[in-house]
């Protein structure tokens, strides 16, 4: 796996990947950090397989995606007849990862009652499926993603404190787009190649103009709002130069003021080199 999927040259990036090849191989907790569409299961997929727990199983779950009641019974398994619809044993996924990973996504939108349940397992690497007094012992390493900050979650009183700190063992903050748009060219790139061109057949370039409007947006999808708008893009050109007209709406009002600084840039650097043969 390496970091082949996680895209950037940046500095922030490259802090990234320094803390991905230090702690990959440890069992340590570790929480991401980021806003939404930054990549945060890519780090922790990373994670898992770059360590010696690469070949047993990597289970991501979305906390936000599932009701208080099916969230447990997906994380810790129950016994049939433990509630009306059980109608089989079922394991739950951190006995599903046993030897493996864990990746709890959304971590902040875990109800409470489930908080103190977690905060057993990583205490005590036992896991008691609902319906069942009987536990089982667990080897499994938890990495966990929040776009929250989980201190005015603590402070609110919806998170518990010492379960924060129990996850969070080490930090990666993942940095948003607009704090990297070095990066942005690289992205771009790599979306055309490895997932708008194989899906057309064609080899597309983008204009210097559509260039300089992804770079100048804020981003606060991040990455994932510049893949869609690269896929968009690639779907509507008529050619194989990806234009400004083929980009999202929302980039239109972009247009007139690259133009602007487009040409500053030209009359810029036709003076240069007027001066520059002047000076012959």
């Not at 009306?84 to 996504?105: H, M, P, R, S, V």
């Not at 061109?197 to 103009?209: D, F």
Request: with cysteine.
């Amino acid at each position: 796996y390496k970091f082949s999927q996680i895209i950037g040259t940046s500095p922030k990036m490259q802090e990234v990947f320094k803390m991905i090849e230090r702690v990959a191989n440890t069992d340590s907790t570790i929480l991401i950090l980021g806003e939404s569409g930054t990549g945060k299961e890519l780090v922790a997929r990373a994670l898992h397989f770059n360590s010696k727990r690469q070949n047993a199983p990597f289970i991501p779950i979305n906390c936000s995606a599932l009701p208080e009641n099916l969230l447990e019974s997906e994380l810790f398994g129950h016994r049939k007849g433990a509630f009306t619809g059980a109608i089989n044993d079922k394991l739950g996924l951190f006995q599903e990862a046993d030897g493996g990973t864990i990746f709890l996504d959304e971590i902040a939108s875990m109800p409470p009652m489930l908080q103190s349940r977690l905060l057993r397992v990583l205490q005590e690497k036992e896991v008691r499926r609902v319906g069942e007094n009987t536990p089982f012992f667990v080897n499994v390493r938890v990495l966990a993603a929040t776009n929250e900050p989980l201190e005015q979650k603590i402070k609110a009183g919806t998170f518990r404190e010492d379960l924060f700190y129990r996850l969070n063992v080490i930090a990666i903050p993942m940095p948003s787009l607009r704090e990297r748009r070095e990066d942005i060219p690289l992205l771009v790139a790599h979306f055309l190649h490895d997932k708008v061109s194989p899906r057309t057949g064609k080899l597309y370039r983008i204009s210097r103009q559509a260039m300089a409007v992804l770079e100048a947006h804020d981003w606060p999808g991040n990455v994932r709002e510049l893949e869609n708008a690269i896929e968009r893009a690639g779907a509507l050109c008529d050619g194989d130069i990806l234009q400004v007209a083929d980009l999202p709406p929302i980039f239109s009002h972009y247009e007139r003021q690259t133009t602007k600084s487009m040409e500053a840039d030209s009359r810029v650097n036709a003076a240069e080199t007027l001066n520059e043969l002047s000076d012959l």
